[in-house]
């Protein structure tokens, strides 16, 4: 059951206008993916991925000036701020409120949000990983994020949401392995990060670049086949979210490894344009 949603205030509103703003500030391809979700889902959407972004810049921000013992203590504050407002329904931060408003309408609970600031954390910690500790972090930094979407495209009905929550889980897991190998040179130079198992960024090759895309090909494949099941309110922008990372991992499967250790792939808008039109295209055919 999910809670009751409540009048709509010139807060909430402003909430809203926030998270749309930082959708539209940090990611092109995330921006024009919520442009197509339904009016019902489209802000909740963008609600959840304000305070991820949130939490991803006090992590990351390499232009703020911050020890990693002011990080933590900034982000152990947005922590229990959500926290706080999620028990009362209201927070004096725009992106915290409007992401509570969303958890509390959607049943977001604390399976999802707890190990999403766990793995946060570790990031201000942990420079390497090993495969439980992969798994851990991408789980909780990637895979609970997929969750908490799919809560509000079923909106919260549990037996839709359990039938769903696999390819939800391995789709949001693609996302973030394309990201991580997408960003190799940014996270190894500037933050000391390799999140890869086993991965020696000096001895990067084209053998563990083939190895790592195919283990993403292989979660968007599963995931392909959650998002054919979706409701009408989400399914063609997630499916145009998919394809857009289906077209990256393609691009860096394309570009030599020790290409990619010094520089970052993109898509052209061009690309995603059509990538767009063709997922549009197939909605109207079905």
Known sequence: MTAASGPVSDFDRAARRTAAAVVDTYSTSFGWAC???GP???D???AVYALVRVADEIVDDVAADLTVAERDELLTALEQEVALATKRGYSHDLVVHGFVRTARRFAI???LIDPFFASMRTDLTVTTHDDESFARYVHGSAEVVGLMCLRIF???ADGAYGRRAAGAARLGAAFQKVNFLRDLADDVDARGRSYFPALDPAAFDEATKDRLLDDIEAD???AQRAVRDLPRSSRVAVQVAHDLFAELARRLRATPARTLRHRRVRVPD???ARIVAG???REVRR
């Open 35 to 37: 442009r197509l979700l």
């Open 40 to 42: 019902a889902v489209r």
């Open 44 to 46: 909740h959407v963008r």
């Open 109 to 111: 609970g604390a399976d």
């Open 154 to 156: 079923v909106d919260g």
């Open 220 to 222: 968007l494949a599963v």
């Open 270 to 272: 061009a690309v995603k």
């Open 279 to 281: 997922a549009l295209a």
